[in-house]
């Protein structure tokens, strides 16, 4: 996967659930098994959203909603299909893409 790709980029609260499950680690299991390139689920230290309610993993304002971020990259044959349905999955937050130029990707084949 070298060349232009796409990223999609999920922004949710930690707290979203889909399937009994929580929301960023279905989407991780889902995405595997659809045959997406490459997924990062990230765990944000402070942020806030559309509500502008504060989230924060300071000591003494401990959150129970943290940001979780995952970033989604493949083509965009792959990618393109899926954002539907993870729209639908994605009770609130920001789901975006932009086009990036993947330099490297896996390990070394020497």
């Not at 402070?46 to 995952?70: C, F, N, W």
């Not at 920001?94 to 020497?110: A, I, M, S």
Request: hydrophobic share 40%.
């Amino acid at each position: 996967m070298l060349g232009k790709a796409k990223l999609l980029k999920v922004y949710m609260g930690e707290s979203e659930r889909y399937k009994n499950k929580p929301l960023y680690q279905y989407l991780v299991h889902w995405l595997k098994g659809k045959g997406i390139g490459g997924v990062t689920v990230s765990r944000g230290i402070e942020g806030y959203g559309q509500d502008k309610v504060l989230h924060t993993a300071r000591l003494l304002e401990l959150s129970s909603d943290l940001p979780m971020i995952l970033e989604i990259v493949d083509v965009a044959e792959k990618i393109d299909p899926l954002i539907e349905e993870i729209c639908a999955m994605v009770p609130k937050g920001l789901v975006f893409t932009t086009e990036v130029q993947v330099h490297r990707h896996g390990k070394d084949h020497l």
